[in-house]
Antibody, heavy 121, light 109 residues
Framework: QVQLVESGGGVVQPGRSLRLSCGTS????????MHWVRQAPGKGLEWVAI????????YSADSVKGRFTISRDNSKDTLFLQMNSLRAEDTAVYYC??????????????WGQGTLVTVSS | DIQMTQSPSSLSASVGDRVTITCQAS??????LNWYQQKPGKAPKLLIY???NLETGVPSRFSGSGSGTHFTFTISSLQPEDIATYYC???????????FGPGTKVDIK
């Protein structure tokens, strides 16, 4: 059974940093591209970033480029999102999601339950 | 960047009704279009991939069609458990990019 469990969310002041984790089980983590997708309160879904199955390539949305970094540790079946210079508009539930593909994006076939990040002074 | 629009933004229908949602892309995306269902407080769930392919385990009352810039998602007979927000999502790989539509909230009348 595929499982993705996000952690690391919380309340953080503007300009500070936070690191999210996504622990996985039930599948061969190192064979899949992985994503972060976020959803601001009461709003729609926004794609954040993707990383290839082996971590060799990563891409992010313009809204977070230069501030957020996606990474993975295949030895620990874990995905990360390092978020720096946080802004109020980064407040959202952050989901990790598995892509069907390994080194491209196709569709998200499994999602975690999400972790809430609140950026506020 | 490719922009996605959805209509309507919300709808209310009776149990058993046929429900149709449209999704429009700002440029040709061939069939690189997926549909997700999100119930309140839950993560999204994949329903349709590549415009018209039903994900395994998804009831056959859900269907999708279209190509290019215009796509349609249909629930053939609305059920109470279908109350949710539905999102279209396009994908691109040069470079990898994903864009969601703004969503359509479906309620029971």
């Amino acid at each position: 059974q595929v499982q993705l469990v996000e952690s690391g969310g919380g309340v953080v002041q503007p300009g500070r940093s936070l690191r999210l984790s996504c622990g996985t089980s039930g599948f061969n983590f190192s064979s899949y591209a992985m994503h972060w997708v976020r959803q601001a309160p009461g709003k729609g879904l926004e794609w954040v970033a993707i990383i290839w199955y082996d971590g060799s390539e990563a891409y992010s949305a313009d809204s977070v480029k230069g501030r957020f970094t996606i990474s993975r540790d295949n030895s620990k079946d874990t995905l990360f999102l390092q978020m720096n210079s946080l802004r109020a508009e980064d407040t959202a539930v952050y989901y990790c999601a598995r892509d069907l593909a390994a080194r491209r994006t196709y569709f998200f076939d499994s999602w975690g339950q999400g972790t809430l990040v609140t950026v506020s002074s | 960047d490719i922009q996605m629009t959805q209509s309507p933004s919300s709808l209310s229908a009776s149990v058993g009704d046929r429900v149709t949602i449209t999704c429009q892309a700002s440029q040709d995306i061939t069939s690189y279009l997926n549909w997700y269902q999100q119930k309140p407080g839950k993560a999204p769930k994949l329903l349709i991939y590549d415009a018209s392919n039903l994900e395994t385990g998804v009831p056959s009352r859900f269907s999708g069609s279209g190509s290019g810039t215009h796509f349609t998602f249909t629930i053939s007979s609305l059920q109470p458990e279908d109350i949710a927000t539905y999102y279209c999502q396009q994908y691109d790989n040069v470079p990898p990019r994903v864009t969601f539509g703004p969503g359509t909230k479906v309620d029971i009348k």
